[in-house]
Each structure stands twice: as C-alpha cells, then as structure tokens.
C-alpha cells in the first residue's frame, strides 16, 4: 500500500468514530498532531487500549504510533470477532468508552462476538453499563439486528479511580442493517431505572431512588428503580453509587440519563484528595432526574448521548431511505455526520421542524455488506 493512499487527519477529536469508520469501509488513516501542544502530548491510556482491542478483534490489522505518540497509522484489518476474548480497558475511561466501538464492528465481524471487559463499569464521564444494556442494545433491535446472542452481563461493578469491574459483552453478527423511518417519539409511558452501590452503605440507594422519585410521582405513576447493591469481590476496589434511568415511550423510544459519584482519577499527574467532598446521593437523584427530563423535553427519538450512533447506524444501512427525528443537534453529532460523508460518502438532507424544535433527518444507507460472514 502506498503513502498516498492513507486518508489523512489531524487532533485527538472523535477518535473512536474515525477509528470505527476507517475499519468499516476499508481506509487506511494516519492521525497527525493529537495533542501536539499539551503538557502531556500524544495518545492517552485509554487511546491505546482502543487500538490494542481492535487488534484483538481484526486480522492482519496494523498500528503504528510514533515514540511521542503524537502520530498514528492505522491499517484495518477483516474483522474476525471471536469467543472468549478478554480486554483490560484501564482505569483512565470507563468501559462505556469501548462499548461504542465493539457494537458497531462486532456486528460486521466474520464470527459472533463474545468479549469480557475489565475496568470501570460507572463514572460520570461516559454511558454506564447499565444505560447500555437498557437503551442502546434496544437501539439495534429498531435496525433488524436480531436479539438471541445480543446482551451484556454484569457480573462486578467497579468505580474509578481503581475499577475492578467486570462485564461480558455477546453481540451476534448480521448480514446488513435495514433502514429504519423512525420520526414519531410518542409519549413516555413508564420509566424504569437502576442504582448502584459498591462499597459504601445500601441506604445511598434508597436515598437517591426517594429523591428521584420525588420529581417523577408528581408526572406519571409508573415508575419503578431497582437497586444492585455490590458487596464482597463484586463491588471492585473503590467506593462509588450512581443511577442510571431510562424513560420508555408508546412508540419504543428509550430515552436515558445515569451518572455516577466517587473519587476523582489522578488525571496526568494530578494529586488526588481523598477528602474531597462529594455529592450527596439526594442531590444526585434529583439532579439526575431533572437532566431526564431535559432529555425528554428535547424530544427526538433517541437521548443526546445516543446522536452519533444512530446517525452512524443510519450511514451503514442497505441502499434504502433511513428518516429520523433528534432533538437538538449536539456538537459530537454533527462531527459524525461529517466523518460519515468523508469515509463513506453518505449525505443526510437536514430539516428543522419548528413546530416541535427538533430536527428530521434523512439519508440513503451506504449498502455496507457483511461479506465475510458464513451466510446459511
């Protein structure tokens, strides 16, 4: 392969998502300049781990980064899948962090995949495991992917800064993805939610459910939060609680919101206070319960964390017209969209609809093909 014919890009910005599209379509990439004027240039921890893991999963897949770490060249390999696979995610992000980029290749790799991963399992930065397995495995459903062999399990928890979660991911391979129209949000009917607690006292729990649904009951009257309370080797090696909630609508949208509270990371270099005062498990209910509502508000089919996905989603279809409705576009997901129209040279027709605030999209799938997969 020549020089010449590597894509070239330059910063640290939506690194998973031109990682993901780079391996769907088949584009060399070199990424220059990531974080060239930082005190700490190049790729972080948990960078690294990400291209380690897509090495795990692809053959005949090459990295090089330079000694610096400020530049990357990346050549994808087939995607191969795989059972029993282990990966050590780090303690620098979550595991929500690596969770993206495995659903979306693990469902055009050549075997099903089975995954364990190892680090964070809740934190206040990414998606939670919990989020997870209640919004986003749904999410594929609405695209055909079917549910036998699609499901994560818990079996520890872990909060930052030390981890020692533990999840097993299971995600079936498909054929294609068929175009979804999918513009009517409907109305909430029920919201469900769970709260998490490892090593610290089962009563954060209650606290935090009571204060949530404190905002809830004056709304809908089906609402119901169930707890996970960790103790032992399953509780991982730090002290944390956190809640992940998810409305449902009439329609089969789910909308989500979770955070998680514990002790700070050492981020590069920074002295940790083990003293530092942290949010009470009231107001965290109650914060997380107003930022659902802000969700809902916005309306869209899917909540803001879940935009880039679904546009990406939406780009790997078979040729046939996909048609969504999002609340407001965030910033993240308009860099997808133009990743998207780069690697794969799908264009979304974008219109306001001002009547409700929010926006509809349209865009004629890629066509992506799982050629690699056995067909029966």
């Known amino acids: 392969m020549g020089k010449g014919s590597y894509k070239k890009l330059q910063g640290s910005q939506n690194f998973r998502q031109r990682l993901i599209l780079s391996t769907l379509s088949a584009t060399p990439i070199i990424i220059k300049d990531i974080r060239a004027n930082d005190m700490f240039p190049g790729l972080r921890l948990h960078e690294v781990s990400l291209l380690r893991l897509l090495e795990k999963i692809s053959d005949d897949c090459v990295v090089k980064i330079n000694e610096t770490g400020t530049m990357v060249q990346y050549k994808p390999g087939t995607l191969m899948g795989g059972r029993h696979l282990v990966h050590y995610c780090g303690e620098s992000r979550a595991i929500g962090y690596f969770l993206e980029p495995l659903l979306v290749l693990g469902l055009f790799s050549k075997k099903p995949l089975s995954i364990r991963l190892k680090g964070i399992t809740n934190d206040s930065k990414d998606p939670s495991v919990d989020t997870f397995r209640s919004t986003t495995l749904p999410l594929l459903k609405q695209f055909g992917v079917p549910s036998e062999g699609l499901e994560l399990k818990i079996e520890s928890r872990g909060a930052p800064p030390h981890g020692g979660g533990d999840v097993l991911l299971s995600i079936p391979n498909i054929q294609t993805l068929t175009a979804v129209t999918w513009i009517d949000e409907g109305m909430v009917k029920r919201i469900r939610g769970v709260t998490f607690s490892t090593r610290v006292s089962s009563q ?14 004056h709304l809908l ?4 939060i169930f707890t996970d309370h960790k103790a032992g080797p399953q509780a991982g090696n730090s002290p944390g609680y956190g809640i992940s909630l998810v409305a449902e609508t009439t329609s089969g949208c789910f909308i989500s919101a979770d955070t998680a509270v514990s002790h700070a990371r050492v981020e590069d270099g920074g002295v940790e206070d083990e003293k530092a005062e942290l949010m009470s498990p009231e107001d965290v209910g109650e914060q997380i319960a107003s930022v659902l509502l802000q969700e809902i508000e916005q309306g869209g ?46 264009k979304f027709v974008i219109k306001p609809d001002p009547s409700t605030g929010t926006v509809i999209l349209k865009c004629v799938g890629s066509g992506l093909k799982n050629l690699s997969r056995k067909s029966s």
């Open 204 to 217: 954060f729990e209650n606290t935090m459910i009571h204060a949530a649904r404190g905002i809830f009951n």
């Open 221 to 224: 009257p089906d609402v119901h």
């Open 301 to 346: 089919v899917v909540d803001t964390t879940h935009q880039g996905l679904l546009f990406l989603l939406c780009a790997l279809c078979g040729q046939d017209v996909s048609k969504i409705r999002v609340g407001k576009l965030i910033p993240h997901g308009i860099e997808v969209l133009r990743l998207i129209r780069d690697f794969l040279g799908v």
